[in-house]
């Protein structure tokens, strides 16, 4: 019979300890670069087309950065009041912005020509955008209460919606249609637009519960899923999420920040949200059950964030925080194949489910190896044997002593010496690997006895061989200083620790007396 090897146990270790799939992917946006501005961050925006320049908009200037060197590398300040809503097109080539006179703006981004001025808005605007399916048309939403359709080349308003009654600080052009627009007021109501009727065709929220979700806050932020079926909306420190197709049915309403979340954004494969709000937290949820899977701290009230293979997050203090993922060659063209294929339409990439999957890495697909040589020939299959450490020669040798001495040196860890220890009792070899020791030799196993004694992993371990110890040499106690020293201080320890215990057996007691006082007044 083959020489069994000591098992070494394991211990459980507190789940907190642990990172999950989630934080390790979310933990790799690491080396955050922190950018000071002179006046609050309130946009950023990534362009959609590569190099994925992104405009960062503060005080009366938007700043356009390069992503890979963090560096200014375009700065717009044609502005006479404070500028917003930075916004790049999807070609890369024209950035549009309002300011607080009520101005709108269309920027080349080379050359930061004035192209076109849209100058019917009264009060400032908070949201210019360009409509993701149609690069000549502009959204843009006001503190008139008035909601905006222009066309860029002839420079006019398309349509006009005017059923808000507060600020629109808020709203998005669909990325599966063109025609129909979100948007979200301080009248604390979320409208969905169609331009083709130029007529509200939902609406969601408000103090009454339209669509089952009451809602008294002022709506902050709207965003909707690239499916168009799906809308979010955040009000005070509120996320709620309304279903389209249901006819604007509130469906979840969740609360995991502190105070009002004034920031949403969809990762790259909207499979993940991120929500950035004034407690100076970002949250990141799987969509899939709107469950926390990360959480990010900031220094300073969050007022914007962006993500991109970078994560931006303009704060209330004028810093902006950059976060940087570095994806692996590998994983970025494959990312690439699949997202292309879905933009046109392959069926089968959403068949096979190729896009990836956040937090949980590229699962590779197994592939059964081609048998080399002759198809008669017989290949004999060689296993090779696991070599022994060094305790278990010396324990296959009988040689006790010499095998605790191999696990009391530093570099060993507690749980391979103590499953040693416990082998040796097995094998009623205990006492004669203690026996014979002169001080040099003794003062590990104490100082190993000392160090663990108070570990309830194996506090009970530790009392038995420390009662072997003290019965074996206590005719010889006296006679070195050193080990004197040592069993003086174990002794001291185990007092401590007894005192704890005991304590602790108040408090339990004192606890059971408080519930069973809850209970009994609970029947009454």
């Known amino acids: 019979m083959d020489y069994q090897p000591v098992v070494v146990a394991k211990h459980p270790r507190p789940a907190a300890t642990k990172h999950n799939s989630e934080s390790r992917y979310w933990r790799q946006f690491k080396h955050p670069v922190f950018i000071k501005e002179y006046a609050p ?184 899923f690239p499916s168009g079926t799906i809308a979010l909306s955040t009000a005070g420190p509120i996320l709620r999420v309304w279903d389209l197709v249901a006819g604007g049915r509130c469906t979840r309403a969740l609360s995991n920040h502190q105070k009002t979340v004034t920031a949403l954004a969809f990762d790259s494969t909207a499979s993940r949200l991120l929500s950035g709000g004034l407690d100076q937290m970002v949250k990141v949820y799987d969509v899939s059950t709107y469950k926390v899977v990360h959480t990010m701290r900031y220094p300073a009230p969050i007022l914007c964030l962006a993500v991109s293979t970078h994560i931006a997050a303009g704060m209330a203090d004028g810093t902006l925080s950059i976060r940087r993922r570095q994806p692996k060659a590998t994983e970025s063209a494959a990312y690439e194949q699949s997202l292309a294929a879905a933009r046109a339409g392959a069926y089968d990439s959403l068949l096979t489910g190729v896009l990836p999957n956040i937090g949980q890495g590229r699962v590779k697909q197994k592939t059964k190896s081609k048998p080399v040589g002759d198809m008669d020939e017989i290949k004999v299959e060689s296993r090779r044997k696991k070599r022994l450490r060094q305790y278990d020669k010396f324990l296959k040798s009988f040689k006790y002593s010499a095998a605790l001495d191999s696990v009391l040196k530093s570099q060993v860890p507690p749980t391979t010496a103590f499953s040693l220890i416990q082998e040796l009792i097995h094998r009623d070899g205990l006492r004669t690997a203690l026996a014979g020791r002169d001080d040099v030799l003794l003062e590990p196993v104490l100082r190993l006895l000392m160090k663990y004694v108070s570990d309830p992993r194996f506090g009970e371990m530790v009392c038995d061989v420390a009662g072997l110890v003290i019965d074996m040499y206590r005719p010889v106690l006296g006679q070195s200083p050193l080990i004197d020293t040592l069993f003086a201080r174990l002794q001291k320890k185990v007092a401590a620790e007894l005192r704890f215990q005991k304590e602790l057996v108040k408090t339990k007691a004192a606890l059971d007396m408080l519930l069973s006082s809850a209970s009994l007044l609970a029947v009454a």
């Not at 938007?62 to 375009?74: E, H, L, M, N, S």
């Not at 549009?96 to 703006?105: S, W, Y």
């Not at 020509?113 to 009264?122: E, F, G």
């Not at 209460?145 to 005017?162: A, G, K």
């Open 41 to 224: 961050v309130t946009s950023v925006h990534f362009s959609p087309s590569k190099p994925h320049r992104y405009a960062v908009t503060a005080a009366t200037r938007i700043q356009i950065y390069a992503p890979r060197t963090q560096k200014v590398t375009k700065s717009i300040s044609r502005f006479k009041d404070i500028a917003r809503s930075g916004c790049i097109r999807g070609d890369g080539k024209l950035v549009v912005a309002g300011d607080d006179t009520g101005l709108i703006q269309v920027f080349d981004i080379n050359s930061r020509a004035i192209l076109r001025t849209l100058d019917v808005h009264k009060q400032p605007v908070h949201v210019a955008k360009f409509s993701t399916l149609n690069n000549t048309q502009v959204l843009s939403c006001s503190d008139d209460t008035t909601v905006r359709l222009w066309d860029v080349p002839s420079q006019t308003c398309t349509q006009t919606f005017t059923d808000h009654t507060d600020y629109v600080r808020t709203g998005q052009v669909s990325t599966s249609n063109p025609h129909l627009v979100l948007t979200g007021s301080y009248d604390a109501t979320v409208r969905l637009y169609d331009s083709r009727t130029g007529e509200c065709e939902m609406l969601m929220g408000g103090p009454s519960g339209e669509g089952g979700g009451q809602n008294t806050a002022p709506v902050e932020q709207v965003l909707m």
